[in-house]
């Protein structure tokens, strides 16, 4: 809590830095969240934070996996479309990614009901903050580290981008997007491969 015995300029420098702090803190949980690395709040003093980043990454994936399997049903080739050994391995990991998160959220449940237990018997063992011990404390290190993992997740994205080859599709197919094939769009239209775009017939 704000010390009143201080004298005012010295309340207005705390309060500014509490400001401060509550931005850093704040702006870097959705980071944190978008880059997976939200595990590594404290789930004392985050425990709603860690829930939602564990409903949102199993929501996304669940999403990811229905569009994934649509747009496998939904591809053509000539000779029949199946699966290739890239696309099996993707669909498998979406699926070994549920199962983690679903033995994250079990791990996570345990917990909160241990912290409840703790503290409903009165042990002294729960270093649990106010909100401005939380923004002292947490603000300038999870600021750090939303920009250190967003900067690798970035570096890893690009790296991936430059190293996996564009997807070769047969004919009358064209590659969008470097690792998507699609047939052209435009009613009978025999191909769209001079134009490079579906909508577009040659």
Same mark, same amino acid.
């Given at each position: 809590?704000?010390?009143?015995?201080?004298?005012?300029?010295?309340?207005?420098?705390?309060?500014?830095?509490?400001?401060?702090?509550?931005?850093?803190?704040?702006?870097?949980?959705?980071?944190?969240?978008?880059?997976?690395?939200?595990?590594?709040?404290?789930?004392?003093?985050?425990?709603?934070?860690?829930?939602?980043?564990?409903?949102?990454?199993?929501?996304?994936?669940?999403?990811?996996?229905?569009?994934?399997?649509?747009?496998?049903?939904?591809?053509?080739?000539?000779?029949?479309?199946?699966?290739?050994?890239?696309?099996?391995?993707?669909?498998?990991?979406?699926?070994? %990614?549920?199962?983690?998160?679903?033995?994250?959220? &079990?791990? !996570? *449940?345990?917990?909160?009901?241990? $912290?409840?237990? /703790? =503290?409903?018997?009165?042990?002294?063992?729960? %270093?649990?903050?106010?909100?401005?011990?939380?923004? &002292?404390? !947490? *603000?300038?290190?999870?600021?750090? $580290?939303?920009? /250190? =993992?967003?900067?690798?997740?970035?570096?890893?994205?690009?790296?991936?981008?430059?190293?996996?080859?564009?997807?070769?599709?047969?004919?009358?197919?064209?590659?969008?997007?470097?690792?998507?094939?699609?047939?052209?769009?435009?009613?009978?239209?025999?191909?769209?491969?001079?134009?490079?775009?579906?909508?577009?017939?040659?």
């Amino acid at each position: 809590m704000i010390d009143y015995n201080v004298s005012m300029t010295d309340q207005d420098l705390l309060r500014s830095q509490l400001k401060t702090q509550g931005y850093l803190l704040y702006s870097s949980i959705p980071v944190l969240n978008f880059t997976g690395f939200y595990r590594l709040l404290s789930v004392k003093n985050f425990s709603p934070h860690v829930g939602y980043g564990l409903a949102f990454d199993l929501l996304q994936t669940l999403v990811l996996i229905f569009l994934q399997g649509v747009n496998n049903s939904t591809v053509s080739q000539s000779k029949g479309f199946t699966n290739t050994p890239l696309q099996s391995t993707a669909m498998l990991v979406n699926l070994a %990614v549920v199962l983690d998160l679903i033995f994250e959220m &079990i791990m !996570y *449940g345990f917990e909160l009901c241990q $912290l409840h237990n /703790l =503290t409903r018997e009165r042990i002294d063992v729960i %270093v649990k903050y106010s909100e401005e011990q939380r923004r &002292i404390v !947490y *603000g300038a290190k999870y600021a750090k $580290l939303a920009i /250190l =993992t967003l900067s690798v997740f970035l570096v890893a994205l690009i790296t991936t981008l430059i190293m996996v080859e564009p997807l070769s599709c047969p004919d009358p197919q064209l590659t969008i997007y470097r690792h998507i094939c699609t047939t052209c769009l435009v009613p009978k239209c025999e191909s769209c491969t001079a134009s490079n775009d579906p909508n577009y017939c040659d």
